[in-house]
């Protein structure tokens, strides 16, 4: 098959339930969006193509750049936000010119941190209430897919969840790394994560292909069903003129006298 393929990337960070771009600083506090094509997506998010695996590992390196760390007494280089790395292959078939469309989200979370085993204080110690808030509302999320009881889940309770929506419960195949700590101090961290990994194992997606049809494929579509409704339009009126022979009424639509295409 004749098939082309173009890949982009993009990265962001959320920080203090903020979106900044990794590859432009200067773009700060942006907005999440929704729309039918394109799904749940950060309105002029930084884009950039790519040809090769090297070019993915530069863009990375540029974006770990950006991040905002600071030093708590856990970690001298603890991660102060959410990391999210987006990588969208698009393929053409050339010869028929249907097109797929994949997404890979790779998610860096900050840890849940116990603010009095951090010694923070000041702005860290906002930073890392914002870590925990995001934090708790994923678990509030996988625990509403996964009870089998919840008719709401709370993906817009934070940016986060929001992001990875489809991810969650969603079109998307999904693997989760959790990583503990062996040491006795922070067994009840280690235990918090492993129950945290368990539910989220629970959570049961079924993905599909991102396939875009063709104009030819559509109106195939548009003719199969212009069939459809010929028949039933027949039937319709083998069933008016039965009722009009026993007298009885037949009622007007407001649609009575278009045709097909027009409806």
Known sequence: ENIEFTVKVSMMEIYMEKICDLLDPTKVNMQVKADKSKGVYVADLTERYIGSDLDVYDIMRIGNDNRKVASTAMNDQSSRSHSIFVMTVHQTNLDDQTCKTGVLYLVDLAG??????????GHTLDE?????????????????LTDGKSKHVPYRESKLTRILSESLGGNARTALVITCSPSVYNDMETISTLRFGTAARNIKNKPKINKELTVAEMKKLLDKSEKIIQVKTYRIEVLEKCIKSTGGDVPVDEYSGLSLRQK
Do not use: H
């Open 112 to 121: 849940s941190e116990k603010v009095g085993k951090t010694g923070t204080s």
């Open 128 to 144: 890392a209430k914002g870590i925990n808030k995001s934090l708790s509302t994923l678990g509030k999320v996988i625990n509403s």
